[in-house]
Every structure is written in C-alpha cells, then in structure tokens.
Nanobody, 124 residues
Framework: QVQLVESGGGLVQAGGSLRLSCAAS????????MAWFRQAPGKEREFVAA????????NYADSVKGRCTIVRDNAKNTMYLQMNSLKLEDTAVYYC?????????????????WGQGTQVTVSS
C-alpha cells in the first residue's frame, strides 16, 4: 500500500500564492507518476497537473497553465504544487494521486492511490 498525505492548503486572497505538498510513504514504485486533482463543491474531480518519475515530463490543465508548477523531490518522496495568481475558481479540495505506470495521465482512473485531500479556499 501507498499512503499519500497532502498539506499546505488554506485560505488565501485572490492573486495570492500557496504551495501544496504531498508526502508519500509505504510501498514505492520505481517509476511512478504523481498528480494533483481537485474537486469543487457540486463538481466532478478534475485534473490539475502531473509529473513523471524523473520530473522530465509534466502535464497541466489549461486552467492552471502558467500559474502553477509541479515538482517532486524523490529523495524526500514528496511532490509539490506551487500555485500563483490564485483565482476564486481555484477553490476546491486538492488531492494527490499516484500510479505505478509511467504515463503522465490526466485521467483519474489511471491513478491507483489517493490522499485525503487538502482544502484551498480563495477569497475576494
């Protein structure tokens, strides 16, 4: 089993920044892809960003491209999402996910393990 724990969420004003973290423990994979998804109230879970094992391949949703950066530190088994220029519509619970497959996918059902989520609230 893999355990994922997100942190770093909170309340921030529009235009502000937050850095989310996702710490992985337990069974590790040699070539796992990691990703962030989010879910706002009344909406389906949507893809935010994903990163390959090496960090050499990334994928972003159009809604966050240019405002968010996904990175990982494999020595620490931790992934980060730096979010800048936050907008009201970024308000959601943000989930970390991982898959043993190398494809940097934006599809939720490609991911086998999920964290519990961290709340991000952007106020005006």
């Amino acid at each position: 089993q893999v355990q994922l724990v997100e942190s770093g969420g909170g309340l921030v004003q529009a235009g502000g920044s937050l850095r989310l973290s996702c710490a992985a423990s337990g069974r590790t994979f040699s070539r796992n892809t990691m990703a962030w998804f989010r879910q706002a109230p009344g909406k389906e879970r949507e893809f935010v960003a994903a990163i390959s094992w090496s960090g050499g391949s990334t994928n972003y949703a159009d809604s966050v491209k240019g405002r968010c950066t996904i990175v990982r530190d494999n020595a620490k088994n931790t992934m980060y999402l730096q979010m800048n220029s936050l907008k009201l519509e970024d308000t959601a619970v943000y989930y970390c996910a991982t898959t043993p497959y190398g494809l940097v996918s934006s599809t939720p059902n490609r991911y086998s393990y999920w964290g519990q989520g961290t709340q991000v609230t952007v106020s005006s």
